[in-house]
């Protein structure tokens, strides 16, 4: 195979896989804002249709994506207005759980989306608690999930720790350790308890932290960036919902790192 056509497949590949990233995404918006409700559901709708009469006019698959961006990029543009529109609808959600009325699964499906939003968002600022969202899609019988790292370790509270041998608690608040380097263990791992064995000339430690969502917790966040332009809140207690209608499956986590004495 010459340089050149290894190239040119390689391009084809890599534009054929990013086309295919861009249409799940702009679908999945589509499906998400139509089950939470949200007025930005038509303008993808209109994209949608949009690029829809395109392709069966034979244009080339450069037009679509550039269409199909450009609704994405309004959607993102007019954040403020839809993250206005999310809150109050969070809200309602809520207040129907509190009241012991029981949502459609139509609005089951938004707030599953929302988690998914949060799990893929969460990748890079909070690794741990992706991983963990992740996980909690998929029922398992044992309800015991392992997994194998050193980074939780960095935790400024955990390293004060490390010395101390048996098991010993660690309680976060989680909201409340924003601005320092706990916030992304706290997120993932409060509250946890914390034991360091010895394992021959190495340390071993074991968190475990209960990995579920809390009934009717809410927290509001970036109240005060721009005048509160892009104010959310997170609401645990929508998620707390999904897992008591078996809709996501809380399980106990056990990170495990070993390191030198």
Known sequence: MKPKTFIEKLGYFLRTLLFIII??????????TFCYSLHAFYLFLITLIFATVSFFRKKNRKFITITLLSGIALFVLSTPYNLKQYNKNAAAFQDQINQGYHLHFKEKCAI???????????????????????????????????????????????????????????????????????????????????????????????????????????????????????????????????????????????WIAKFEK
């Open 112 to 254: 599953y989306g929302t988690l998914l939003i949060i799990t893929v968002g969460d990748i890079i600022p909070f690794p741990e608690a992706s991983i963990q969202n992740f996980y909690l899609l998929f029922p398992k019988e044992n309800k015991t999930r392992i997994f194998y790292s050193n980074d939780f370790l960095q935790a400024p509270d955990i390293k004060k720790m490390m010395h101390l041998k048996g098991k010993n608690s660690v309680a976060w608040d989680k909201w409340g350790e924003r601005f320092n380097g706990n916030f992304r263990y706290a997120a993932a791992f409060d509250p946890c308890t914390l034991e360091i064995t010895d394992e021959g000339n190495r340390k071993k430690a074991v968190l475990v932290t209960n990995f579920n969502y809390r009934k009717n917790y809410t927290t509001q966040n970036a109240n005060h960036l721009l005048g509160g332009m892009f104010a959310f809140r997170i609401d645990e207690g929508l998620f707390w919902y999904l897992q008591h209608e078996g809709w996501l499956h809380p399980y106990n986590a056990v």
């Open 23 to 32: 249409c799940t995404v702009f679908i999945f918006l589509t499906l998400w």
